[in-house]
């Protein structure tokens, strides 16, 4: 079964530090995708990143990057000098395979990130 | 504006009631897809739309009832439904279900 864990139900963030989400995940497939979500009190999901399982080069997007290890099938998101904005929930999320070029997302709990002044 | 615009943002409703939730993309996608978002659990797929036709229906009872008219245009009929059914519920689409979602805002729906 596929399946995304995230440790941390929260975490707090000094102001301009950088901060790491954990994420592990479970899969026999050897062909996925990895993505990362921010969704704030308003409660729109927004994209944030994207790794794919072949991509031999962790993800970045401005101050976003993905540390993945394939190995222990990790994909943890890095935010470098977090921002107040930066506040809000963090998911992580796999793209599984369902039937001939059919996928989802099976996405985890969440990570609520608090970022102090 | 994200692109994905779900109506109403916020919805009370009585367990007799019967209510439609609405979401329309404007991004030319052809896949969408309904989630249920409960407190202190993980985002639940509920429906996916592929092409307008159903594929996935991930043992949701009948009181949710989708409907897809076009690529465009996503509902969710809701009817007797149960105070456990309160929660979020987002809509998503996406050029195909293999890739990246973009997500509506969510209607927060209370079951009183």
């Known amino acids: 079964a596929q399946k995304i864990t995230q440790t941390q139900p929260g975490m707090f963030v000094q102001e301009k530090e950088a901060v790491t989400l954990d994420c592990t995940y479970d899969t026999s497939d050897q062909s996925y995708g990895l993505f990362w979500y921010k969704q704030p009190s308003s409660g729109e999901m927004i994209f944030l990143i994207y790794q794919g399982s072949y991509d031999e080069q962790n993800a970045t997007e401005g101050r976003y990057s993905l540390n993945f290890q394939k190995a222990r099938k990790s994909a943890n998101l890095v935010i470098s000098a977090s921002q107040l904005g930066d506040s809000a929930m963090y998911f992580c999320a796999m793209r599984v395979e369902t039937g001939a070029g059919s996928y989802q997302l099976t996405f985890g709990k969440g990570t609520k990130l608090s970022v102090i002044p | 504006e994200t692109g994905v615009t779900q109506t109403p943002r916020h919805l009370v409703m009585g367990m007799t009631n019967k209510k439609s939730l609405k979401c329309e993309q404007h991004?030319?996608?052809?896949?969408m897809y309904w989630y249920k978002q409960s407190a202190k659990k993980p985002l639940e797929l509920m429906f996916v739309y592929n092409f307008k036709e159903q594929t996935e229906n991930n043992s949701v009872p009948s009181r949710f009832s989708p409907e897809c008219p076009n690529s465009s245009h996503l509902f969710l009929h809701l009817h007797t439904l149960q105070p456990e059914d309160s929660a979020l519920y987002l809509c998503?689409?996406?050029?195909?279900?293999?890739?990246?979602?973009?997500f509506g805002s969510g209607t927060r729906l209370t079951v009183v």
């Open positions: 998503a689409s996406s050029q195909g279900t293999g890739d990246g979602y973009t």
């Open positions: 991004l030319g996608h052809n896949a």
